[in-house]
């Protein structure tokens, strides 16, 4: 069950991409929205190595399709193992003001479940799924998606900082 400040953050999340949809708020910083199905694996180590790659030079938000219980405690100990905390975060729906709101959008695995929106830059990421995956075999995964969070913000930040 999320706490107080996680419903708080949800809640600030929806009216920030609302704001942007309707154009009331665009500060010229890169948001991207990690994607996948059960929003407790894939999305959320990609959604933690942003956050704790990017600073403040970027935004990542995290949804899925179908949202599970609860982030997958093994995607969480992984992720720990790199010096990265995941345990306040938790699976949510992505919504339509939301998607329309990233700058990029990356899926992993939700297929025709992910939405599409003309104009939105999309990456696809073909990655294991790391439900039911003990931590030794879902580190490859979190590596890989650690790379590809490396090679995303070098891309989306970089040039703004020239």
Known sequence: MPDLDSLRR???LALESAATVEGKADDGIPVVLFLCVHNAGRSQMALGWFGHLAGDAAVAWSGGSEPG????????EAMAEVGIDITREFP????DEIVRAADVV??????DACP?????????WDL??????DVASIRPIRDEIGERVRRLLAA???PARR
């Open 10 to 12: 949800d809640q600030r």
């Open 69 to 76: 219980v609860e982030v997958n405690p093994a995607a969480v």
């Open 92 to 95: 949510k729906p992505w919504t």
């Open 106 to 111: 990356i899926t992993m695995g939700c297929g």
């Open 116 to 124: 599409i929106f003309p104009g939105k830059r999309y990456e696809d």
């Open 128 to 133: 294991d799924d790391p439900q039911g995956k």
């Open 156 to 158: 989306l930040v970089a």
